[in-house]
C-alpha cells in the first residue's frame, strides 16, 4: 500500500491544497484520494455528454516544476510531499540554469513549439542526451544547423555553446510545451 500526500502549490497563484493518494500499487483498485483532510468522491462523468462540452476547451496541462523529495525517491505511507506545478507556457527558461542566454527570455512550451513540436530528428537527439548518451558529432552538426535555421547561432562561446542550446532544449522536451 503506497500513501503519498501531495501539498500542491500553484506557481504564480496563491493557491495551495494538500491531496492524498492511496493506492495499493500491486492491486487493481481505485485511488483513495482526499482533499484538505477530507475525502473526494470519486465521480462518474458521462463521457458522451462531456465531450460535447468541452469542445474548443483548452486543456489545462501543469508540469511538477519542483518537489521537496527527491524524484524517484522511496517514500513511507503517509509521506508528505510537497509539489508545486506550473504551466509550461508560464515557465521561463531562465528558471533552469546554464541555459543558452539569448533563449532565458523563452518560455519552455514556446521553445518546444518553435524547436522541438514537428521536429522527430531533433526530439530524437535531445531524449538520447538526456539517458547520458555522448551526442555524436552528426548529431551536433545537426543541431547546430536547425539552430542556425531558426536563427539561433550555437557557438563554442560560453552561453551560447551547445551545451548551453541543448539545456534548453531538454527542458522544453521535459515539460513538453
Do not use: C, H, W
Not at 500513501?3 to 492491486?27: C, G, P, R, S, W
Not at 455528454?49 to 468541452?54: N, Q, R
Not at 509539489?83 to 512550451?109: C, H, K
Amino acid at each position: 500500500m503506497a500513501n503519498l500526500i501531495f501539498n500542491q502549490a500553484f506557481a504564480f497563484q496563491a493557491k495551495t491544497q494538500e491531496l492524498l493518494i492511496e493506492t495499493d500499487v500491486n492491486a487493481a483498485q481505485r485511488a483513495n484520494i482526499v482533499r484538505d483532510g477530507k475525502p473526494v468522491a470519486q465521480i462518474l462523468v458521462n463521457q458522451d455528454k462531456i465531450s460535447g462540452v468541452l469542445v474548443g476547451y483548452r486543456p489545462l496541462v501543469s508540469r511538477v516544476v519542483t518537489q521537496s523529495i527527491v524524484p524517484g525517491t522511496p517514500v513511507s505511507r503517509g509521506t508528505a510531499i510537497n509539489l508545486v506545478l506550473a504551466e509550461a507556457t508560464r515557465i521561463p527558461l531562465s528558471v533552469v540554469d546554464g541555459i543558452y542566454a539569448a533563449l532565458q527570455q523563452e518560455t519552455m512550451a514556446s521553445l518546444y513549439t518553435r524547436f522541438l513540436a514537428d521536429d522527430a530528428e531533433l526530439k530524437n537527439i535531445v531524449a538520447n542526451a538526456a539517458i547520458g548518451a555522448p551526442t555524436p558529432a552528426a548529431d551536433v552538426a545537426t543541431v547546430q544547423r536547425k539552430a542556425a535555421a531558426k536563427g539561433v547561432q550555437v557557438t563554442d562561446t560560453a552561453g551560447q555553446d551547445f551545451a548551453a542550446f541543448m539545456t534548453g532544449l531538454q527542458a522544453a522536451y521535459t515539460f513538453n510545451g
